[in-house]
């Protein structure tokens, strides 16, 4: 039985799966399984180091790299996202359950499992709710920044793992003390395994590729051998551990990772629990959504696809309850594993699926070959993939483009690297919305004259233009609301506190987009305060919403001047008026 199409079209909109399948072919199948040949060799040991970043067994990293995939290729509307662990939620899924119980314990294993239950929840309600704009409250710089400082802290962290010694903390001071407390008790064989296997990775990604395509191999070829790099790495390391038995010579490896499929597992749902993860989760939710919205929309806009922002929220809600139900931990979109998809040539989130099936395969059969893995392998694969997010040439351009900026920028990589993660991303969301307050409650006012010869007018201190003496013209070049109601105000006031004979002030609104309450009040204000000095207040250039606004209250009657439909009839029709009073 079909559908009516109008309910059809809901449940495409929700169900995004609905969509793509519908064009789906062998073309696409053959593109989609070769992209996730790629991601899954890829995937593997990222995922391994990732759950030891959070603290927890690195099954769980496997774990949480297979149905999450399964749920987002049903709900998200990206074609390229890989969803997954990811360096950055690892880092504060680790801090938000370190706080809560000891590394290593069931009750750690569960904290983490009902992290992401929670943050699936926090998502799936801003989703319904279509809350993604909020995210747009979080600055890009303030974002660099924090990723930024984050990169570091995780690198800093895994260095403990690069020595074989202990090291605690989670800000850069603690770790960096830690290492320094401990570096006489390093064991040279696991440096040896840790730098070399860095130095290795960082050839990997770089030069990898050219040498192979100089041999002569196809780039299809030449692209899956280096982004194999990391495998190799495990195997060799491995081998070498297990041949030469290094375990009984300090190097700390793996151990048993458990064979088989993801275990059903669910969340705790004790009260004092949530209460004491809910703040770390909501941060961990609004950080990986913007994370993995700018991936997807960059990746979308190269093959001019879209994405739906409020349904991405649904889908990483999906994929983070489908973590908790099946032994994993938060997940996001990786930036790095999405661009090595997108590369691969994925064309559907079909890929994301298959994905998981290579990472199921790999948990359903090669676990047991992991015993002997280094944890140094697994530190160097992480310091590598991270050390790309650190770029500290955000500081040099926000100096140089916005003061402000550059101090947003800077004090959340400071607190973050000397407080911890939760800290600074805190203070990168309060910062943000605090820099959105800052400027906006100070909107750029221009006082501006007619341009000689033509109807445009322009700022008096940039150009040269024709002003009249009983007449100011300010443009307002940002929306009137609560926060910068009491701006204009003074900014009138002091404009109009001179000895020139003002009988008319005109508001240019071309900018304007909104004028809230406290706005509106304060219009009326200055309207009645100008018509006290025998001055006529006017409006021009009022957009159609702004005016039906307007209409519903009572300040059009009570205005002692006019709206002008352009700032050229303003000017006109308010010289002639003074002119013909002069006559």
Known sequence: MRLPTLNRKHLERHLPILQWSKTYDRETLTSDMAAAVIVTIMLIPQSLAYALLAGLPAEMGLYASILPLVAYAVFGTSR???????AVVSLMTAAAVGNLALQGTAEYVVAAITLAFISGLILLVMGVFRLGFLANFLSHPVIAGFITASGVLIATSQMKHLFGIKAEGHTLPQLLGSLFENQHLANPITLFIGLTTTAFLFWVRKGLKPL??????????????????????????????????????????????????PPLTLPSFDADLWSSLFVSALLISVIGFVESVSVAQTLAAKRRQRIIPDQELIGLG???????????????????????NFDAGAETPAAGAFTAVGILLAALLLTPLLYFLPNATLAATIIVAVLSLVDFSILSKTWSYSKVD????????????????EVGVSVGVILSIGLFLYKTSRPHVAEVGLVP???????????DVQTAPSMVTLRIDESLYFANARFLEDYIYNRIACDEPIKDVVL????????????????????????????????????????????????????????????????????????????
């Not at 390229?80 to 990811?86: D, F, Q, S, W």
């Not at 999906?318 to 090595?340: K, Q, W």
């Not at 550059?406 to 993660?421: H, K, R, W």
């Not at 010869?453 to 150009?463: A, M, P, S, V």
């Open 80 to 86: 390229v996202l890989a969803v997954g662990p990811v």
């Open 212 to 261: 192979l395509l100089a041999t002569g191999m196809k780039p299809r070829l030449a692209d899956i051998m280096a982004k194999a790099g990391p495998v190799a790495a495990v195997v060799v390391t491995t081998l070498a551990t297990w041949i030469f038995g290094l375990q009984d010579k300090g190097v700390r490896i793996v151990g048993e990772v458990p064979m088989g499929l």
């Open 318 to 340: 999906a994929s983070n309850i489908a973590a908790a139900i099946s032994g994993g931990y938060p997940v996001t979109g990786g930036f790095a594993r999405s661009v090595v």
């Open 406 to 421: 550059f101090t947003a920028v800077a004090s959340t990589i400071a607190l973050t690297l000397g407080f911890g993660v």
């Open 453 to 463: 010869g033509t109807q445009h007018f322009r700022n008096i201190n940039r150009h």
């Open 508 to 583: 240019m609104c071309s900018a304007v987009n909104e004028v809230d309450m406290s706005a509106l009040e304060s219009l009326e204000a200055i309207n009645q305060r100008l018509k006290d000095l025998d001055i006529k207040l006017h409006l021009s250039e009022v957009k159609g919403p702004v005016m039906d606004r307007l209409k519903r209250s009572h300040f059009l009657d009570e205005l002692s001047g006019e709206v002008f439909l352009s700032q050229y009839d303003a000017m006109v029709r308010l010289t002639r008026s003074d002119q013909s009073e002069g006559a």
